[in-house]
Structure formats: C-alpha cells, structure tokens
C-alpha cells in the first residue's frame, strides 16, 4: 500500500473522488502524499470543480474586481450566498467553497444521515419561502460531491424524499387557506410552488377553483335564441340579426363574468410570477366557446329547417356570433396583472386561432347562400311582374267586352259573346291561377310570339267574316285584344327593371361584402376573404345579367319589333280606360326609360367597385387585365351597350315608319301642287304645313330622350342617325309627291322649317347635305 501512495498519478486519482472531509484527512496520510496533490494544480483543481459543478464561473484572476470575497468573520446566509457568488478564481477556490460548505454541510449531513426531523433552524420554521430556497440551494450544493457518486446518491435520494413531503404540506395548506378565503395565505404557497419549479402543480389547483358551473352551458331554446321569421316589411324595419341579442347576451354575459373572476383570482395568486390565466383561457376557449359554438350552428341549422329555410345555411349566424365573442370574451374581459399588458392582444390572436376553421367554412358557405338569396329575389319579382301581367291583360279583355256588350245586338247575342270569350279565353291567362312550382326568373319570350300570332289571325279573319257583324264584331275584339297586349307590354318597359330591387340587391352585396372583410384581422385568411369578396362581386353582376337586365332588354327589343303603332288607327273598339288618349305608345320614349335605368345601374355598380373594392385592395387596380373579376365587369357594360344600340336602332326605325306613316296620312295633294286660285278662293298663309308640324312634333319628342339617361357620345350618335336617316324619308317623300311652281313656296317652308330643327335644335347640319347650299 505505502508503495502505492508513492506514485504521485495514484494518489491525485485517489484524492480526486474523495469529499470533502476525506479529502482533507488524506492529505494528513504523510508528508510525500500531502506533496503529491499539493503541488502543481491538482488542489486549485479539486476546489474548482466543487465550485463549477455547483454552477459558479471560473474567471481569470485579472478579473478579480469582479468577484466578491466575504469576509472570514462575515456569518454565511444559505439564502443569499448563491447570489452573492456567481464566479471565482482559481486561487480563491478553496476559500469560496469552505463559505459554502459552512452553509450546507449541516444540511446534507442531516441527509446523508436520514435525519430529517426538525430539518430546518427555528429561524426558518416558520417560513416556507425561506425553506424551499434553502432546499433548491442544497440540492445545488449536492451536485458538488458527484466525484463522490456514493454520498451523491445517498443525499440526493434522502432529498427528494424530503422535497416531496414538503410540496405535500404546502398544498393541503394551499387548500385548508383557500377553504377559509385566506387568498394572501394562498398566494404565498403558491409562490413556493412556483419557485420549486412545480407549476403544474399550481396551475392544476387554480384549474381545480375555476370549474365551470354547468349551468352555464345551457343554450336557450331556439325560438328564444334566434329571430322568428318574420314578415317582408318587418324584415326591412330592422337588422338582419340572427339572434335575439337580449337572449343571447344573457347566455353569454354569465359565462364573461366567470372569466373576470378567473382573472381576478388568478391575479391575486399568481401575480406577475406566471401568467396561468393565459393558459386557462385557451383551454376556456377549447373546452367551452368551441362547444357552445358547434351547439350553436346545429342549433341554428335546425331552425332553418323547422322554419322551411336552407338548413345547410347555418353558417349564415357565425359572423354575428364571431364578434360577439370578441367583444365579450376579449374586449369586455377585465386587464390582467398576471398576463401582462398584452393580454388582450394574445386573447383575440387565441380566439383567431380557434375560430379559423370556423370562419373558413362560413366564407366557403357564404357565397352560395348570397347567390341563392340573389337568385331567388330576382325570381320573386319575375313572379310578380307575370301575375300583374295577368292582371291587366284580364283588365284589357274585361274593358273590351263591356264596351261590346253595351252595344245594340240582338236577343241571341249573349251566345255569341260567350263564343267570344271562349275563343279569348284561349289567350288571356286567368288572373286568380298560381303556379305552385317557382319558375326560373328568365322571362319567356314564346307569350309575345302568341301575342302578335293571335293579332295577325284575328286581323285576317276580319276580312274573311265581313258580312256576319256578329262574327265580325268577335273578330275585332279579338284583335283589339291581342294589339292592346302589345301597346300595354310596351306601356311595362321601364317596369322590366326594377330599381329599388337592384338598389337592394346591390345594398346587401356591400353588406355581405363588409361581413367578409372584417374578417381581415385572421391574416392566414386574407388571400381567401379577398377571393371571396371578388365571388360575390362576380354573383352579383351575373345575377342582375342573366336573371334581370339581359332578360329585361330581349323583352323590350322584341316588343318595340313587334309594335306597329299605325295598325291602332284600323280597331274599331277603343281601350279608353286603360289607354293614352290618342292611344298610341311612343317605343322610344319608353325604351329612354330603360336605357336610362340601365345606366343607374351601371353606374351604382361602378361606384361600388371604387368606393369598396378597389380601397380594402380586394382588387388590386394595377392588375385589373388579369383579373376575371374587371373583364365581368367589362362584358357586362358592354352587353348593356350592346342593347342600347340594339334597341335604339329599332325604335329608330319605328320613329321613322311614324313619320313615314305622317307623310302619307297628313301631307295632302295640293299641299306642294295647289289648285288654280279663282276669285272666291281664300288666301293660303305661307308657312309649314300640319304635315311637317307634325313631323318635327315627332322629332322633338324623340331626339332628346336620352339627354342625361346615357353619355354624349351615345347622344350624338343616337341623334345624328336620326337626322340621316329624316333625311332619307324626306327625299322618299318628296320623289312621291306632286310639286308645282306655285306649291314649290310651301315645299321650301316645309325645308326650311326641317333644317331649322335639325341644325339649330338637333345641331346635325351635316345631315342635310343638300340643303347646306
């Protein structure tokens, strides 16, 4: 054995897994093993690692100013003495670790030994926060005799036993001090829980406290939670809320105050040491509000149904009942010192987080119920618009017969009106029949095609039955009948379109729009709210054109092709209570109405797209050439257009058959070819004829119509087409027309009198090339 201890490597490995205590008894073996690890580094070594293993930073000995040394006389504080020490020198490592030793050697002793009755001084006894400082600083001290693995296990073992019979006592005191309402009490405790790193033992208790009651989670009946369906004119006195707010908020209201309280309470346990209320609020979020949530759109979805409504349109309540969360159980909870100041911030990004899914399926759903919404509205109206169609065709064939039946016809008669009305029957729709089946709110044109067949028939069969007046009588109510249908449908243009209901189409499209946006505050999701916004814009604009303009301009056109106001002139029987007094319709004057509204339309259109698009950038402006969005937009204008020129065009044409028609039922024969004056025969005042005052009558009534309906551009094409073709019937006219050399005075009156209108009033010179000389 001596000769062992003679090899300096032996003795410095020996020495090196010995405590303290042992070490310092081996040094005391002899002379030559005292010099052994004396010398050299192998001392400075064994203090250092003592010192590092208890987590101390070894510095370099220029840093000296640095490293606090107490005085040899100074009492060691066990509390304080690991704040005191945080780095050493080499050289004072065995002066630094002997301070430390003098603080827990009694400690670990105690451990070592299995003598933990009366662990702590009577200067601690009393105080749990100095005791579990004490036991964290012990078992840091352990970590000191790991070359000792032996006392290492040992005091380490008898230490946990000790720390769990400590945690053990300070939560039943936890417990006894809450069931007293001794919070300050229960906030030191947890405290020390906090501070022996057992959060979780401290966030289970606070879990432990704040249960839900469960009568917080009973939803109200449906009836009482959403809003009844109601009628059409108090739907439009109120909002278009879901819910029943005062039911709602009563539910919702409790559930708030039960988290201020959690907030309260977890303040004054918790304090600012860890911010418990955070988590406790997440777990609210997924445990509590997602449930109600589900509940919540079940609910909802069968209400629709048991209301005859879309049950898959349940989603329909989310955005409602998203901001309501928001505002109770983000903006209306209480500030929280425990969760700092950014704890509403982190409670609204929580409930983003947990309602995303939520809102993406509302954002996927919306679209469809918005163009079903729109769909049906428009379908609505077609329905309406048919059955006062209806009504008036009934009206016109009722009028008609009563002005037949109030003529002298004889005793047999009453079987002949029947026959009329048989026959008429065929063609007047009876006012009281309802279809159960919703049509398609795509106007058919197949009616206006039987319309003028049945006038044509009728017409014809005037000639053939000229010489029975009952049968001729019957024939002409038939086509005062179907002509009437005519005049009136053209009389309904304007009435194709309706603009309040496209005003209110366009008010909900904002409104639905809006509802999406404020969903911009889920980041993740603005690509799908701006994608969304775009649809609906895009179901708006093909609504109004498949289900309501399109449709409303084919009417019009075809009817303005099928009227011929000059065939009114040949009906015997009068519609004077339904009819203008000259009974004739003017188709431009009508048609102007239409354009005009069109234009409304396009333009509330165009301000929607600038004033709501375009500034949340929904639709980024400088890339309007890829977006499908704009060339909608774009063919929608220009189908309008399309229309326009269409139907002008037509009423163009029917302006001039007018002025055709004038020419040759006004224009007498001697109006331009004048009889040889004899000695009785009046003087001729030298000014227009009635024939040309009624033209340019005509002109003026039709030439301005589209002043402020339609822009310049359309104006000036529109009128300058009128003036060229005028021109036209003119030359026709005057190639048919007998002229003298005394009539010629009248026919330059008449000239004048056009050019006048056309190139002062009408500003067209260029259209009466040949009077420009």
């Known amino acids: 054995m001596d000769n062992l201890l003679k090899v300096p490597e032996i003795v410095t490995n020996i020495s090196s897994f010995l405590s303290p205590a042992d070490y310092l008894g081996f040094l005391q073996v002899n002379k030559q093993v005292y010099n052994s690890v004396i010398d050299g580094e192998n001392d400075l070594r064994y203090w250092s690692l003592k010192l590092t293993r208890m987590g101390l930073q070894r510095v370099n000995s220029k840093e000296t100013e640095d490293v606090k040394l107490l005085d040899e006389k100074d009492d060691e504080d066990p509390i304080c003495i690991f704040e005191v020490y945080k780095s050493f020198t080499t050289q004072d490592a065995k002066k630094i670790f002997a301070k430390f030793y003098r603080c827990y050697n009694s400690y670990t002793k105690k451990l070592y030994n299995n003598n933990l009755a009366n662990f702590f001084p009577t200067s601690y006894s009393k105080d749990p926060l100095k005791q579990i400082k004490i036991l964290n ?303 398609q709110p795509v106007r058919s044109t197949n009616n206006i095609s039987d319309d003028k067949l049945d006038f044509l028939s009728s017409f014809t069969k005037i000639f053939k039955f000229s010489n029975n007046e009952n049968q001729k009588l019957k024939q002409q109510l038939q086509l005062a009948y179907n002509l009437n249908l005519i005049s009136n449908n053209l009389q309904n243009i304007k009435s194709l379109i309706s603009l309040d209901l496209c005003y209110k189409i366009l008010h909900e499209t904002s409104e639905k729009t809006d509802e999406i946006y404020k969903f911009h505050t889920m980041e993740n999701l603005l690509p799908l709210i701006k994608l969304r916004c775009q649809e609906i814009f895009k179901i708006l604009i093909t609504q109004l054109n498949t289900n309501h303009v399109k449709p409303a301009f084919e009417k019009a056109i075809m009817l303005l092709q099928k009227y011929n106001p000059n065939e009114i002139e040949q009906i015997e029987i009068k519609l004077d209570s339904l009819s203008p007094a000259n009974n004739q319709v003017e188709p431009l004057v009508q048609f102007t109405e239409l354009i005009n509204i069109g234009d409304i339309i396009l333009q509330m259109i165009s301000i929607f797209y600038k004033n709501e698009l375009i500034p949340k950038k929904i639709i ?92 310049k551009g359309t104006i000036d094409v529109y009128q300058q087409e009128i003036g060229e073709r005028f021109f036209n019937e003119i030359v026709k006219h005057l190639k048919k027309s007998l002229i003298s050399t005394e009539g010629a005075i009248w026919l330059i009156c008449d000239l004048n009198y056009f050019y006048d209108f056309i190139a002062n009033k009408l500003k067209q010179k260029t259209s009466f090339p040949i009077l420009l000389g």
């Open 620 to 711: 980024d402006k400088n890339k309007d050439f890829l977006n499908d969005v704009i060339q909608l937009k774009k063919n929608f204008e220009t189908s309008i257009d399309d229309f326009v020129a269409e139907g002008l065009n037509i009423g163009i044409n029917k302006l001039m058959d007018e002025i055709s028609f004038v020419f040759k039922t006004l224009q007498l024969p001697d109006d331009y070819n004048p009889p040889t004056p004899s000695t009785n025969s009046p003087i001729r005042d030298i000014k227009p004829t009635k024939c040309a005052v009624r033209v340019i009558e005509l002109l003026s009534n039709h030439c301005f119509l589209l002043t402020g309906a339609t822009d």
């Open 137 to 439: 600083y012990i078992k840091r001290y352990n970590l000191s005799n790991r070359n000792d693995i032996e006392t290492f296990v040992k005091i380490d073992t008898n230490f946990n036993i000790l720390r769990e019979i400590f945690i053990n006592s300070v939560l039943k005191e936890i417990e006894l001090n809450y069931q007293s309402n001794n919070l300050a009490a229960v906030a030191r405790f947890i405290k020390v829980l906090l501070i022996s790193n057992e959060e979780n033992n401290a966030i289970e208790f606070f879990k432990s406290k704040a249960d839900l009651p469960p009568s917080l989670m009973t939803l109200p009946p449906n009836d009482e939670l959403f809003w009844k369906e109601q009628t059409q004119e108090e739907e439009s006195n109120r909002c278009t809320a879901v819910f029943n707010s005062k039911n709602l908020d009563a539910f919702l209201n409790p559930l708030r105050d039960f988290l201020n309280e959690k907030i309260k309470l977890a303040d004054i346990l918790f304090q600012g040491e860890f911010p418990v209320i955070i988590q406790f609020i997440e777990s609210f979020i997924q445990d509590v509000l997602l449930d109600i949530l589900n509940h919540i759109l079940s609910n909802y979805g069968e209400f629709l149904k048991s209301n005859g409504k879309d049950c898959k349109a349940n989603y329909e309540c989310f955005p409602e009942l998203y901001f309501t969360f928001i505002k109770r159980f983000c903006t209306e909870l209480n500030d929280s010192a425990n969760a700092g100041q950014t704890f509403h911030k982190v409670v609204h990004e929580l409930l983003n987080l947990y309602l995303e899914p939520f809102a993406v399926n509302y954002m996927n759903q919306t679209t469809r119920v918005f163009e079903s919404l729109i769909s049906s509205q428009l379908a609505n109206y077609d329905i309406q618009f048919q059955d006062k169609e209806r009504e008036q065709n009934a009206k016109i064939y009722n009028s008609l017969r009563d002005q037949t039946d109030g003529t002298a016809l004889s005793s047999n008669d009453s079987s002949h009106n029947h026959s009329i009305a048989t026959e008429a029957s065929m063609t007047v729709p009876e006012s009281d029949s309802k279809q159960k089946a919703v049509p």
